[in-house]
């Protein structure tokens, strides 16, 4: 992340531009590499975008190791710990597809392979292990029954599939595609929702769940983050999303703040909770009483999530809805060009948006503050290496 980042700040900086002094010698043709692509969402240098990869095979690794004992049991394939593991794979697996360019690329082959990640390898495989992994834990909790949760999981699955495939096709219309992508993409985008509301009925299983336990329940934080992700994945992937991905809307916002507000909402809202809510999950059964902060959860949780819904609220909205009707009224050029940007509602809400971006980062800090106290409480080991989970799971 440090490199990828600094070297997106050095590239537009032009610290790689030709006849500098980055340019001469080994150092030729190291913007791709080592700085800014020139791909929006896509911005790490190829040296960086590897190295991610090579983290995520060392993360399935870990996954697979982790679950092997099921394998060898001789299980069902198609049980809840494989299609976690698939899971897995298929985020290893799609991350690939962003290796598919390089400079020489023409524009529609390079940004085909780019939707394929920032799209697909999000919408699809991301769901993908979205619902394992929040079914996974369900199931584990014994909260909801194993035959139910794998039902879910596939339709889930087969749907999120299905509709992140073909629906990625809404955006080769923008890159020299035929129309057609364009209404054929758009439509079946719209099927999105459908596995993500499945995941609702979840939630309410969960807040009844934690309602009745009271707040001695020690799964109360980690179910509380894994209802915030799907009730994220609800607001942003499938409201937001489905209100932008009809043909005609989908024709005039393409690349508005109304994109970015259904990216924010759908990817931190939906996979950072389900991030934090996994860890927790984790880290329960690891940390004794007295290392587990409640406040400092409680304030994490609020706090990332109303500066999320601050910024879904009170600044992407509005931005995105005044530059699609800027789109309209004066064309297309007209909502990306400095005259739309340099108005004085859209530099203030600008300015407004430190407010939820600080509420965000003072969630991550009581997070870490709590992860810190949490390590120095571990419980002594109880479990020898290799033994089974519950045979149910």
């Known amino acids: 992340v440090v490199g990828s980042l600094s070297g997106e700040v050095l590239g537009i900086k032009g610290f790689f531009d030709e006849g500098t002094v980055a340019q001469e010698g080994f150092f030729k043709g190291a913007w791709f590499w080592f ?5 929006e969402y896509l ?6 975008q590897i190295l991610l990869l090579t983290g995520l095979v060392i993360w399935l690794f870990l996954v697979v190791r982790a679950l092997k004992s099921h394998f060898r049991a001789g299980q069902d394939r198609w049980g809840l710990p494989h299609f976690l593991t698939y899971s897995a794979a298929a985020v290893v697996g799609f991350f690939c597809f962003g290796l598919l360019y390089d400079p020489n690329s023409h524009l529609t082959i390079a940004d085909f392979w780019r939707w394929w990640v920032v799209h697909t390898w999000v919408e699809g495989s991301f769901e993908f292990f979205a619902a394992a992994a929040i079914v996974f834990v369900m199931v584990n909790l014994s909260l909801v029954d194993l035959k139910a949760g794998l039902r ?19 955006h080769y219309y923008w890159f020299g595609e035929p129309s057609f992508w364009l209404a054929l993409g758009s439509t079946v985008s719209a099927l999105e929702p459908v596995p993500i509301l499945l995941l609702l009925s979840e939630t309410w299983h969960n807040q009844k769940t934690i309602a009745k336990a ?3 329940f020690p799964y109360r934080y980690p179910l509380m983050f894994l209802s915030a992700a799907v009730a994220w994945e609800v607001l942003g992937a499938g409201v937001m999303g489905l209100s932008i991905t009809t043909p005609i809307i989908n024709y005039y916002e393409h690349g508005t703040y109304l994109t970015v507000n259904h990216g924010h909402t759908a990817l931190f809202g939906t996979y950072g909770s389900l991030a934090i809510g996994l860890l927790l999950f984790s880290m329960r059964g690891l940390v004794n ?3 587990w902060d409640t406040r400092l959860l409680s304030l994490s949780f609020w706090s990332t ?3 999320l819904l601050t910024m879904f609220v009170v600044t ?3 931005v995105g809805i005044l530059q699609s009707l800027d789109n309209l009224n004066y064309g297309f050029w007209h909502a990306r060009s400095n005259d739309f940007w340099k108005q004085e509602t859209i530099q203030f809400l600008g300015q407004v948006r430190l407010i939820p971006d600080t509420l965000i980062i003072l969630g991550a800090v009581f997070l870490l503050i709590f992860m810190i106290k949490a390590m120095r409480h571990l419980k002594p080991a109880t479990i020898a290496a290799g033994a089974l989970y519950p045979a149910q799971t």
């Open 35 to 39: 700085g800014h692509q020139g791909w």
């Open 43 to 48: 911005e790490l240098g190829r040296f960086w």
């Open 152 to 170: 879910t999981v596939y339709f889930t699955v087969s749907l999120a599939l299905f509709s992140g495939i073909i629906g990625v096709g809404h």
């Open 214 to 216: 009271g707040k001695g």
């Open 289 to 291: 009483e007295k290392g």
């Open 305 to 307: 999530n109303i500066g």
């Open 316 to 318: 992407l909205l509005p």
